[in-house]
Every structure is written in C-alpha cells, then in structure tokens.
C-alpha cells in the first residue's frame, strides 16, 4: 500500500525519515511530502497549496492510499483524502487537533496584511 506522510508546521518530508525504513519493512510504499512553504523555498503559501501537493502526492499512487498527518498536517490530511475520495482510502491522524467546521484551520495565528507567519518555536512556549 502506499502511504502518503505529512508532517505537521515547520518540518519537511525528512521528519519521516526514520519512520520510512519500518513502513518499507512491512512491506507498504512511505511517500513524505514536503509542503509549499515548509522547506521547498517558497516563501508564501496558501491553504489551496499544501492541500494540493497532497492531493498531488495522492494522485502519484495506487489506490487505496493511506494518508497519514501529524500534529496541525492532519487538517490537511482530512482535506486532501476528501479532494480524493476514490485514491485515498483511510487517513490517520497522528496528534493533531480538529477544528470545528467553519473554523479556519489555523485561527490560533494572526492574520496580517493577509498572510499568516509562522510563528517562531519560542513564542508557542508557555
């Protein structure tokens, strides 16, 4: 099976890289993404983006594909397997939170002339 793999704010497809050596053990396809923005040299990026690339990503496989999210990634988990009803068969959630529907998927940060930063690791501390 292939496995599709996000990771969740500030880490690219490498967060996976000790994960994909087991999942090609069991005998399945690992295929990290690495977000618009998050490691790929864009310095903007939309929702429509990272939902995309993996709805892309998803597209590249052989049905049924899983898609796996980590942490704020299960947002867009959720809403490429929804993109991709037919491929993506399942989809894990790992640490993630849900948001209410309607609720953007990162109310917790500004928006700032349009556009939301990421926020720097020691401003998440409490």
């Given amino acids: ?3 599709v793999l996000i990771a969740g704010l500030w880490f690219d497809h490498s967060a ?4 994909v050596p087991e999942v090609e053990r069991l005998g399945h396809r690992p295929r990290p993404v690495t977000l618009p923005g ?5 310095l903007v990026a939309t929702l429509d983006d990272p939902v995309a690339a993996v709805a892309a990503a ?3 496989c052989d049905a049924p594909v899983l898609v796996v999210g980590l942490s704020a990634a299960c947002s867009l988990a959720w809403c490429a397997a929804d993109a991709r ?3 993506a068969s399942r ?5 993630g939170f849900g948001r209410p529907e309607g ?6 940060f500004p928006v700032v002339d349009g556009l939301v930063s990421f926020p720097r690791w020691w401003s998440l501390r409490g």
């Fill in 58 to 60: 998803v597209d590249r």
């Fill in 16 to 19: 996976w890289d000790l994960v």
């Fill in 85 to 87: 009803p037919d491929q």
């Fill in 38 to 42: 998050q490691g790929d040299g864009a």
């Fill in 1 to 3: 099976m292939d496995i």
């Fill in 103 to 108: 609720e953007p998927y990162a109310a917790a």
């Fill in 91 to 95: 989809v894990a959630m790992i640490g």
